[in-house]
């Protein structure tokens, strides 16, 4: 990135941003956008379902393939919103985030990280289960285990290791992340994100933030890891999806819980 007049580093990031680069008030604000748009396209979506009779509100549970296609109608109008206002907030273009073609040694770095989250992911779920007592299911794999026909268990496989890759880390790193890390060391700016990443895949109820939500907050930090190395967001998707790709062909071919 350019560095003259009017782009200052900021000393605890590893990319100089503008001055005025990720102001608090208008990063807030626009966080707060994600979040209507998140709500409006759920709430929308569900109104139409029940309309069409495809959604019963009797039952407690949506069916797993209104699920599938809730989360898709969802995601895509936030990741849309995303796109178009990250580059604002962060004063640079999309490129300047890390959309870019990766280099051979960001490929590498990603395949070392999905390969350390396979790990460190896995270890610690094992490590908090069997110190608890529980075997608690992250909220994709038991819809997986929902899903009866092989079109729905296509597209869950496209949602998993495409697109759900692609909006997740255009929303904690490109987003969450960077934000922090302009302000903050990079090291806590990994640990913060991580943290909301890890929490936000554990909602379901108080017990799996420790036995999912933990673990996936270390998966976190290796993204945030390899995001901060690459400096190249294409990366962090070939992480992210090599590492759901093992969860979903582990359940698929081999059984696994």
């Given at each position: ?6 782009w200052?580093p ?5 990319i100089?941003?503008?001055r ?13 956008g994600?979040v209507?748009?998140f709500?409006v396209a ?11 009779h495809?959604i019963?509100?009797?039952h407690p549970t ?6 599938l296609?809730l989360?898709l109608?969802?995601?895509l109008p936030?990741t849309v919103?995303l ?9 640079t273009s999309l ?5 870019r ?7 590498g770095?990603a395949?070392?990280g999905a390969?350390?989250?396979?790990v ?7 490590i908090a289960?069997e110190?608890l007592h529980?075997r608690d299911?992250?909220t ?8 009866k026909?092989p079109?729905e268990?296509?597209v869950?496989v496209?949602?998993?290791?495409v697109f ?8 904690f790193r ?6 922090l890390?302009?302000?903050v060391?990079?090291?806590?700016a ?6 909301f990443?890890g929490?936000l895949?554990?909602l379901?109820s108080?017990?799996?933030i420790?036995?999912v939500g933990?673990?996936?907050?270390i998966?976190?930090i290796?993204?945030?890891?390899v ?6 967001f294409?990366a962090?998707?070939?992480t992210?999806a090599l590492f759901?790709?093992v969860?979903v062909v582990s359940?698929?071919?081999?059984h696994?819980?």
């Open positions: 990135m350019r560095n003259n007049s009017t200052a900021s000393a605890p990031s590893p100089n941003w503008p005025e680069a990720w102001n608090p008030w208008f990063t807030v604000l626009a966080f707060v994600a209507v748009v709500v759920q709430t929308a979506y569900v109104v139409a379902a029940v309309a069409l495809a019963d509100l009797r949506i069916p797993g393939g209104q699920m296609w989360q109608f969802t995601w936030v919103y796109l178009f206002v990250t580059p604002l907030v962060a004063k490129r300047g985030l890390g959309f073609a990766p280099s051979a040694r960001d490929i770095i395949v070392i390969f350390a989250m396979v460190l992911v896995n270890g610690a779920g094992t289960s110190m529980r299911t992250e994709a794999i038991a819809l997986l285990h929902q899903l026909t079109f268990k296509v869950f496209l949602l998993a290791c759900a890759p692609f909006y997740e880390e255009l929303t490109v987003f969450v992340f960077n934000s890390s302009r302000y060391p990079i090291a806590i990994m640990i913060v994100s991580g943290m990443f929490i895949h554990s379901d108080a017990p799996e420790l036995t933990v673990p996936l907050a998966g976190g290796v993204l945030a890891y995001y901060a190395s690459t400096k190249c294409w962090n998707v070939v992210h759901n790709a969860s359940i698929l071919f081999f696994a819980a």
